[in-house]
């Protein structure tokens, strides 16, 4: 699956500014990611899964993780993609647990990239290019602060990874500085 269908599809199912806003960020982390971990060949297909990773949760928010790999599967969408996008959900909303690299690092920054853009949103900039970790760490412990983005499963992240929570929350922090002029870029091409 190119990277263009994947969008297409994405928007065929997500009409919301904030959901296409979250799966373009995901895409652009988990992109970093790839390239930070040395999977650079493979850093398109982190991309798209980044992107998908969400992709019923707007119309069947109840079915989450779920479907998705029936929608995926009708459009006969590679086993791989379907397993990395139901594993982000381990848990709460799915029995795929993440096992490649990669799925740990979608696991693991979901919920984390929406703390940090609520966050960058508090700053006047408005942006993560001058959010610190130490502020990111405050923000984290504030359990009222993004309420709706689980601390526990961005731990669990962090352990799925074996990184510790600080190395998890500066490298996604380094990661969503890298793609937000992206993310600008093309939500507004989105809305034109």
């Known amino acids: ?43 398109e297909f982190w991309g798209i899964a980044g992107l998908l990773h969400d992709l019923d949760f707007e119309q069947y928010p109840d079915e989450h993780c779920i479907k998705s790999q029936e929608i995926m ?15 982000h959900g381990y848990g709460p909303c799915s029995d795929v647990k993440p096992e490649h690299e990669m799925e740990k690092v979608l696991f693991a920054t979901d919920e ?10 508090m700053r006047p900039s408005k942006s993560t290019k001058d959010l610190e970790l130490s502020s990111l760490k405050k923000k984290f412990k504030d359990k009222k602060f993004a309420a ?38 093309e939500i507004g091409e989105y809305n034109a």
């Open 112 to 121: 984390l990239t929406g703390l940090i853009w609520a966050a960058a949103k």
């Open 148 to 185: 709706g983005c689980s601390r526990d499963t961005i731990k669990e992240g962090a352990q799925m990874l074996e990184w510790d929570l600080d190395t998890l929350l500066e490298k996604t922090i380094y990661a969503m500085r890298d793609c937000e002029d992206l993310v600008e870029k």
């Open 73 to 87: 599967r009708q459009r006969n969408i590679d086993e791989k993609l379907i397993h990395a996008t139901a594993s």
């Open 1 to 43: 699956m190119s990277r263009e269908e994947a969008f297409e599809l994405l928007k065929e199912y997500n009409k919301e500014e904030f959901h296409v806003r979250h799966a373009l960020t995901v895409e652009g982390v988990m992109k970093y990611f790839a390239r930070e971990l040395g999977y650079s060949n493979e850093e």
